[in-house]
């Protein structure tokens, strides 16, 4: 892992040094739109909706539209905006763990002691968890002012950012304000069912199906050879374009016309190529498929 920020715990006249790393990771397949006719990556511009040009990201600004004005805040007005200058986590107060509600929980973080000893972080944490506290911190990170819950897992601190309160929806349904008649013997039964279901909880028992029936998908089609061959040519194209956006159907055709010459020692592939044959016959240009590359068996 990679820290991703470092600064320094502090409550009274204590001074943690810390680093902070992302404790939590996406392991969801990748997956970009194609174009379903020849495979074409779908990219996207930043097109201005008035003069329908394309605009460089260096001359976009931020704005605010409350429906009939629009306010345009330049990047020198978000700049003189109080930033990202304090490498402090300031410790505010220290709660009873269970009145922070798990639904204010947000992105967790990963804190690793950074000095030559770290009795300071291991006291914080023994701390911690002898008292069953939760420290509240404030501290800043990518220009934003941030609440966080500071906690213990295992030998590790963990700084969990927090939503704010009024980030926080109330649950409000009218069909909860109804009065329900529950009978003994119906909430007996009910008991009953969950002692049935009742086990400790065990995350890596369960298993995201949908991603890995993706990936047995993704690696089948590998094997068998249902791959669009954009490795080289598409790179060797932009590369000599300098940069710029390269005719697909010319990179596709490329692509064709060189993978038919390697294997066909480059005389034999017009006459094999059925759809050549038809459009000699037509008199019209002829339409090249994909071509399609068998990958390694993966191991």
Request: proline share 4%.
């Amino acid at each position: 892992m990679r820290a991703i920020w470092k600064g320094a715990l502090t409550f009274g006249l204590v001074n943690v040094p810390v680093k902070v790393y992302a404790a939590t990771e996406d392991h969801d397949v990748s997956l970009h739109q194609v174009h379903n006719k020849d495979g074409g990556r779908i990219r996207y511009q930043r097109i201005c909706e008035i003069d329908g040009e394309v605009v460089a990201y260096q001359d976009i600004d931020r704005a605010y539209d409350d429906g009939e004005k629009t306010v345009v805040l330049t990047k020198d007005d978000l700049a003189s905006l109080p930033a990202e200058r304090s490498r402090e986590i300031d410790v505010v107060e220290f709660v009873p763990s269970d009145q922070v509600d798990p639904l204010t929980f947000d992105r967790a973080y990963y804190l690793e002691p950074d000095s030559a000893s770290p009795k300071a972080y291991v006291l914080l944490r023994r701390t911690l968890e002898q008292t069953d506290r939760t420290a509240i911190v404030r501290f800043s990170l990518r220009q934003k002012t941030r609440l966080a819950a500071l906690r213990v897992r295992g030998d590790v601190l963990v700084l969990q950012t927090l939503l704010w309160s009024d980030e926080v929806r109330e649950a409000s349904f009218p069909s909860l304000d109804e009065s329900v008649r529950i009978s003994a013997k119906e909430l007996e039964l009910s008991a009953s069912l969950v002692d049935s279901f009742a086990s400790d909880f065990d995350p890596e028992q369960f298993t995201d199906e949908y991603q890995e029936e993706l990936r047995t998908l993704i690696e089948a089609k590998l094997e068998k050879g249902d791959a669009l061959d954009t490795s080289e040519t598409f790179g060797e194209q932009e590369e000599e374009a300098g940069g710029e956006v390269i005719d697909l159907m010319a990179a596709l055709r490329a692509s064709v016309e060189k993978s038919r010459a390697a294997r066909a020692g480059g005389g034999k592939a017009d006459a094999a190529s059925p759809e050549k044959s038809d459009a000699k016959a037509s008199g019209k240009p002829a339409t090249k498929p994909a071509t399609r590359k068998k990958a390694s068996k993966a191991s």
